[in-house]
Every structure is written in C-alpha cells, then in structure tokens.
C-alpha cells in the first residue's frame, strides 16, 4: 500500500523566518511524483509544488524548495522569508499512475 | 472565472436521502477526480475520469456513492441513502491534458448529514 504520513500536525513560525514541513512515503513504485498542496481557511487547494522521482535536483518556487531523499523516502519543504499569507494547511501528497495519495496535513500558522 | 467550480457549495440533508453534486472542470482539462476530505485529514482519492470515461473507481466508498460524466464535460456525483458518516467535503479537481499532476481544484462541497 502506497502511504503518506506528515508527522507535524501543527506548526508556527515568525513573519521572515525559515520553517520545515516533513513528509515521509512508501511506495513501491519506480516512477511517481510528489507534490505539496497548500489549503488556506475556507479556500481552495492550490499546487505549491511538485518533483519528479527520477529527477535527482530538487524543486524550487520563489521562496518554496524541497528537500528530495528519494532512498529515505522522504520529502520536505522548505518555506523563505515566511509571510502571513503562508497561513494554511499543507498537504504533502504522492501521485503513482492514476491514483493519488494524500498526506494529513500540516498547519501552518505564520505569527506577525 | 476559469476555474473549476462546484455546486452546490453547501448541502444539508436528513439521514436515508439521495444527493447529488456537481464538478464543472476547467474547460480544457479531459481529466477529473474527485476526493472526500474529512475534518483534520488530507483528501482520500475517490475516483477519475478521463473524457467520459470512468477509469479508476475501486476506490469509492461504497456502492452507494456512483460518479458519472456523461458528455466528457461536467460530472455528478451521487450518494444514495446517505449516513452520517458521509458528513464531509466533496472535492472535485481537473488536469491539464496527458498529465495526472497540476490538478486544479475545486472550492469543494460540504455535505452535513442530520
């Protein structure tokens, strides 16, 4: 079974500051993406980012990166110079063919 | 707007009654999906189509949830005989074509079973 697990269900940071979101999967697949999904209060989810497997770089976005161990299974993201805006749910999820697997989330709440 | 956009946003219903929902993707995606999310958890893939076809539905919840998307456009999904347990949010996303990544999402519809 394919599983994704975010062993932080909460965490805060101050305005401009670096925070840390961990993800860990299991998969027994060769070829998959991962993605990190963010969902504010009361509003839509939105792809913050994503990373191919069989890509070994890590993906940026502005201010957002990933820290990409695909042996450890492991799938952090990285978020720069925070901002209120940054106030969400965030969702580490793994995508295998057709199938999707979500991970419970991590809240994020930016302190000004 | 061009996004996708669900109907409708809130549904009430009592225990034993039928409903449906309705996911209108963004117009050139052919993929759709839809999730349930509950209170505190990630979404939990339900089931997807490609054009009008129905490829992956093991995933539903049982046989009383039933998706259809009939011109390859707009898709319903129904609960029959609804129980308190499916109190949660539908969620419904599209992706762009030859991809099952960037999926868009939906603002997603809370169904509260009484």
């Known amino acids: 079974a394919q599983t994704v697990t975010q062993s932080q269900p909460e965490m805060s940071v101050q305005e401009a500051e670096t925070v840390t979101l961990s993800c860990t999967y299991d998969t027994s697949e060769n070829n998959y993406y991962l993605f990190w999904y963010k969902q504010p209060p009361s509003r839509q989810m939105i792809l913050v980012i994503r990373q191919e497997a069989y890509k070994q770089q890590n993906a940026t976005e502005n201010r957002f990166s990933v820290n990409f161990q695909k042996a450890a299974k492991s799938f952090s993201l990285k978020i720069s110079d925070s901002q209120l805006g940054d106030t969400a749910m965030y969702f580490c999820a793994l995508n295998y063919g057709q199938n999707f697997v979500f991970g419970p989330g991590t809240r994020l709440s930016v302190l000004p | 707007d061009t996004g996708v956009s669900q109907n409708p946003r809130h549904k009430i219903t009592k225990r034993g009654q039928n409903v449906t929902f309705r996911c209108d993707p963004i117009s050139e995606h052919n993929r759709l999906y839809w999730y349930r999310q509950t209170l505190g958890q990630g979404p939990e893939f339900l089931t997807y189509?490609?054009?009008?076809?129905?490829?992956?539905k093991s995933r539903l919840l049982s046989d009383r949830f039933s998706a259809e998307r009939p011109k390859g456009s707009f898709s319903t999904l129904e609960i029959q005989r609804t129980e308190q347990g499916d109190s949660a949010m539908y969620l419904c996303?599209?992706?762009?074509?030859?991809?099952?990544?960037?999926?868009?999402f939906g603002p997603g519809t809370r169904l509260t079973v009484t």
């Open positions: 996303a599209s992706s762009v074509p030859g991809t099952s990544y960037e999926q868009y």
């Open positions: 189509f490609q054009n009008e076809a129905q490829l992956e």
